[in-house]
């Protein structure tokens, strides 16, 4: 026993030795590293803008309207969403087949143990024969004896990483993972954004419908009106029958404006996770277009690259494209294999028992030698595969460059639009107070005051759908600009 047991710890210490003579080595890694393309970036925005360039770092996009029930929606949303939760689940997959990954870089160990015992029915084993030399019969042998057995074993098997495969592996899944923190950015901020636009879209339809109603009550009010003067011979029925026209294109709105608005409703409930109906009541009475209280600063256009989730997503994808051609040239070398057990048996018959140990170690070298040019292919796609994402990285930064530009555009252009509106509207409301103190003086007809009600009507749709649409324009903006989701980006990186 002692003999075997000298013989294991020096097997044991040779296994030792070798393993470390592997590691010395180890540091091989076979493969492209990871670079990120340049790209040619603008030192500014060409719709320059001082009072959106500067500011703090960007601000969420609850802050950026003065609207409370808006607010609560979209710090809600994130946790309800069907489309974020699903994202979130891919996260905790991509996470848990990174560890996956991350196992094969330490040995396997597995421990089998057996222990069982036996006895036969019973009876003996009876002799005839007689020794010759004494004349006696040999004695009998009993046949229920009780056997034990106990048997335990390690097996142990180790891949040495020599070539870097299993690093490269590693790599892949980590980029994985970071891909899918991306599109969870990505598709947080998508929703966000959409649901702020169909909310501004719904209070907008809430105000049409209003103000709709109140132009048709107006055409109404002037149908009577020219019915009158046609009855006393003071026009024709050339204008009565326009404005009766008139009324009826302005009443075939409403149907279609309620039905308008019940959809807003259905899709704002959905996409906070509950069923189409459970905002109804909370959302079916009107309120103001949320006013906007702040506006995102748009900084610079190298900062896009850090805070658009798609571009970072591109990022990954350059990562994980390389690391699976890493993946691919490693299977162009050998693979070392360290195996090894150790076991252990007893075994008791009877009054009689015996013990035992076995113990072995090998190392396998597996490598390829004929392949009919597979490998080498493989690599061959491989490359093309990070040549593609090396070029949608350049797209996706050139689209994005484009899409911010445009969206600034926009945006600026409306404030101004806006201020035109605003300005037509007071004009109009001063319009309709001097024909109501002249209609109130009999200077004007009943006719003259509704025109001027009907036109400050008009004037105020265009100021409602000009205030809905720099506040959609706000929000494009913010997506564009990629939010404020490189904050919640780099925490999880730590993950």
């Not at 990871?34 to 609850?62: H, M």
């Not at 009054?351 to 090998?362: D, E, L, M, P, R």
């Not at 002249?438 to 009507?457: F, H, P, T, V, W």
Request: charged fraction near 25%.
């Amino acid at each position: 026993m002692i003999t075997t047991m000298k013989r294991a710890l020096s097997y044991t210490r040779n296994l030792i030795y070798s393993t470390l003579l592997l590691s010395t080595l180890y540091g091989c890694k076979v493969g492209p590293s990871i670079t990120i393309p340049p790209v040619d970036v603008a030192q500014k925005w060409q719709s320059d803008d001082e009072s959106l360039i500067l500011g703090e770092e960007p601000l969420e996009l609850w802050e950026l309207f003065d609207d409370p029930l808006l607010s609560e929606f979209l710090q809600k949303i994130s946790k309800d969403n069907h489309s974020t939760r699903i994202a979130l689940a891919k996260i905790e997959q991509a996470y848990a087949m990174r560890q996956t990954v991350n196992s094969k870089l330490f040995p396997l160990v597995d421990l089998e143990i057996n222990n069982s015992a036996s006895r036969p029915a019973g009876g003996i084993l009876k002799s005839n024969a007689t020794n010759t030399s004494t004349g006696m019969t040999a004695s009998a042998i009993p046949l229920n004896l009780t056997e034990r057995t106990f048997f335990a074993n390690f097996d142990a098997l180790w891949e040495i990483d020599f070539f870097g495969r299993t690093r490269h592996e590693i790599d892949s899944s980590t980029a994985s993972l970071q891909m899918e923190m991306a599109s969870y950015d990505a598709t947080l901020l998508a929703l966000m954004a959409e649901f702020g636009r169909s909310y501004l879209e719904l209070r907008r339809l809430q105000k049409e419908w209003e103000l709709t109603r109140k132009e048709a009550t107006i055409l109404e009010k002037k149908t009577q009106s020219l019915q009158n003067r046609l009855d006393h011979g003071l026009d024709s029925e050339l204008g009565l029958l326009d404005n009766k026209a008139a009324l009826d294109i302005v009443k075939a709105q409403i149907p279609a404006q309620e039905a308008e608005i019940l959809h807003q409703i259905y899709s704002l409930s959905v996409m906070a996770g509950k069923p189409p109906t459970t905002l109804l009541e909370e959302l079916q009475d009107q309120a103001d277009i949320p006013t906007i209280q702040a506006f995102i600063p748009t900084g610079f256009p190298s900062d896009l690259l850090r805070r658009r989730p798609d571009i970072r997503l591109s990022e990954h994808n350059i990562a994980k494209a390389t690391a699976d051609l890493g993946i691919a040239v490693a299977d162009l070398f050998p693979k070392i294999t360290l195996t090894g057990n150790y076991g252990y048996q007893t075994l008791h018959l009877g009054n009689t028992a015996g013990k035992g140990a076995s113990f072995g170690y090998g190392v396998d070298l597996f490598t390829p030698i004929f392949h009919a040019g597979s490998l080498k292919a493989n690599v061959q796609a491989h490359k093309w595969m990070r040549e593609g994402a090396l070029i949608s990285y350049e797209q996706t930064v050139y689209q994005a460059f484009e899409e911010s530009e445009t969206a600034i555009a926009r945006f600026i252009k409306s404030k101004q639009t806006l201020q035109d509106t605003q300005n037509l509207f007071k004009k109009r409301i001063l319009l309709l107070k001097h024909n109501e103190q002249l209609y109130e003086n009999g200077l004007a007809s009943e006719l003259e005051l509704l025109d001027a009600e009907q036109k400050s009507i008009q004037a105020n749709l265009d100021l409602i759908n000009q205030e809905t649409e720099i506040g959609i324009n706000l929000i494009a903006l913010y997506k564009r600009l990629g939010g404020s989701f490189h904050k919640s980006a780099n925490s999880k990186k730590n993950r």
